[in-house]
């Protein structure tokens, strides 16, 4: 049996967004705003990859791949910050698509690595100009300084944020 209390749950202010708010994310919060300009310039970028049959996290992967250098899941998993699960199935869609594949690792033989194949290297490209396209549009936006404080300030956010004490 559930129970409905008849309340609701808040929303994010992002229209179409399904994601529920929690209390560190409402508006107003630096949590609400971070994950707001996030999830922009994620959208924005996913929009200009359509036209190469690419989501925007299949993208990252084959841009972690661009240098040529043969990955595991894991490693992806972590360079992406999403979970082990999560690349399996992004690797599998483009191993689907025929723009990475998967060979046993020669110094570990149960780990298999994941490498770009010559159509997933030219994808990677294609990707890779539509990204930096999207963040040269951004920086444009702005002037040269605010690009740089809002960057500065991105990067005092994650190095301060873990060390932040508690108030319980």
């Known amino acids: 049996?559930?129970?409905?209390?008849?309340?609701?749950?808040?929303?994010?202010?992002q229209p179409g967004q399904s994601q529920e708010t929690t209390l560190s994310e409402s508006p107003g919060t630096l949590s609400f705003h971070l994950k707001r300009a996030e999830q922009a310039l994620i959208a924005r970028k996913a929009n200009a990859v359509?036209?190469?049959d690419l989501t925007e996290p299949?993208?990252?992967?084959?841009?972690?791949?661009?240098?040529g250098t043969a990955k595991s899941c894991t490693q992806l998993s972590r360079e992406a910050l999403v979970t082990s699960q999560t690349m399996t199935g992004i690797?599998?869609?483009?191993?689907?698509?025929?723009?990475?594949?998967?060979?046993?690792s020669p110094d570990h033989g149960r780990v298999m690595l994941v490498s770009l194949t010559g159509?997933?290297?030219?994808?990677?490209?294609?990707?890779?100009?539509?990204?930096?396209?999207?963040?040269?549009g951004l920086r444009q936006a702005m002037?040269?300084?605010?690009?740089?404080?809002?960057l500065g300030l991105l990067d005092r956010v994650a190095e301060v944020a873990p060390e932040l004490t508690l108030d319980a």
Do not use: I, W
């Not at 299949?58 to 240098?67: E, I, S």
């Open 143 to 150: 002037t040269e300084d605010d690009y740089a404080q809002l």
């Open 58 to 67: 299949q993208c990252k992967v084959l841009g972690y791949l661009a240098d």
């Open 119 to 136: 159509a997933g290297a030219e994808r990677a490209a294609a990707a890779g100009d539509f990204s930096r396209s999207v963040e040269a």
């Open 91 to 104: 690797v599998k869609n483009l191993e689907a698509k025929g723009l990475v594949e998967r060979h046993a």
């Open 1 to 13: 049996m559930t129970h409905n209390s008849g309340t609701r749950t808040p929303r994010s202010a």
């Open 50 to 52: 359509r036209a190469l």
